[in-house]
């Protein structure tokens, strides 16, 4: 499905794919695992790989979800139940470590609303970073590109032709937005992330799309049926998602009251 590896074009080397199974619904899909992927299995989502017959290099969560046995290998890494990061963002920081910027995930849409917002919250979070996450669930992919473009080849356009391509500003403002080979054309907008401007757009068929913005973050959900886009920066990015934390911050803290 897609393309199994991608290539930065910052840096002309082909970026390690992490899959990630989280504990949320899996629609009767079953992932698929690019070659040499690293996978990591993020709590319950352990469950549903070993339903698949899937073995995980990697195991992280709090574990208040897993059904079976938690397994006992060097990739486990056990979490306290109170802490500030979810599970997923936890699994996607070990994926960032073993040298993953492209991120394959699945089980985290459909179930809790509020999951899944947190989910797409993280996706920009590595966007932001020059990573790209792609959340599967329903038919549906869900990703975030920051300063820089998404490109559909017109054979996995017509894959998907009829069905809708919808982007959304997840910054305050996102400027220089294009989106071309569309039934609605855009040129050189700006989105708001408090205006509904570019929902429900439409594939053509044997027509290339793309996808683009100058600055800021979009998210993108379009077809499975589509593939995965080309993935291009403007500019290279810096930084990462940061340690594995089991804190809670001061902020979020809240004394305990005696009995």
Known sequence: MGRERQQSHDTGKVDTTCVVFAAGTYFNERPSI???AFVVAADGGLDHARALGI???AVIGDFDSISGPVPEQSGTIRLPE???????LSALKVGWVKGARIFHIY???GGRVDHSIANIQILARLAAHGGIGYLFGDGTVVTAICDGSLAFTADAATRGAGRMISVFSHSDQSTDVTERGLKYQLEHATML???VQGVSNEFLTATPALVSVGKGTLVVTFPIEAGLPHVERLHAFSGNLGALSTAVSAALATPRRSA
């Open 34 to 36: 690019p070659h040499d």
């Open 193 to 195: 992330n408090d205006t």
């Open 55 to 57: 073995r995980a290099d």
């Open 82 to 88: 109170e802490k500030d990061d979810p599970d997923l």
């Open 107 to 109: 089980g985290a849409l």
